[in-house]
């Protein structure tokens, strides 16, 4: 894993986790209510990123890529899925970050020019993983 892809993951998490709230209090209101074109837009667009980062090894379902524009998805769809997605992320980042003396650090190639440890890698503090190794 490379430093530009934590940024990534960090991004792409963020926006998914915001979009999931926002749409887990509409969903809790009006689950069956469609959710608008102008959203699912940028839900799309997430989901797309999401599943292009994520690889075949770590996206939710291999048979779904984004929702149909021609058959505007209910609240309760939409949570479902970003939820899949966020889990997913999880994983990826359980999977990928270690336990040092008191943090959480992703384990990344050193940059070039970077002084990494005797195998090259560098240690990036994050937050704790929900599902730790």
């Known amino acids: 894993m490379k430093r ?3 940024d990534k993951f960090e ?12 749409l887990s209090i509409l969903s ?8 608008n074109k102008f959203k699912l837009n940028f839900i799309n667009q997430l989901l797309k ?3 292009e980062f994520l ?3 770590y996206r939710p379902f291999p048979d779904f890529s984004e929702f149909d524009t021609d058959d505007v998805p209910q609240n309760s769809d939409v949570v479902f899925m ?5 889990q997913c992320l999880e ?10 003396p008191g943090e ?3 384990v990344v190639d050193a940059d070039q020019g970077e002084q990494g440890d005797e195998f090259g890698l560098v240690y990036v503090k994050t937050t704790s993983p929900k599902f730790p190794r």
């Open 4 to 6: 530009e892809d934590v």
């Open 11 to 22: 991004k792409l998490s963020s926006q998914l986790q915001g979009i999931y709230q926002e």
């Open 28 to 35: 809790k209101k009006s689950p069956n209510d469609a959710v």
């Open 49 to 51: 990123d999401s599943n």
């Open 55 to 57: 690889g075949e090894g």
């Open 82 to 86: 970003l939820s899949q997605y966020l």
């Open 91 to 100: 994983k990826l980042r359980a999977d990928n970050v270690v336990r040092r």
């Open 104 to 106: 959480w650090c992703w």
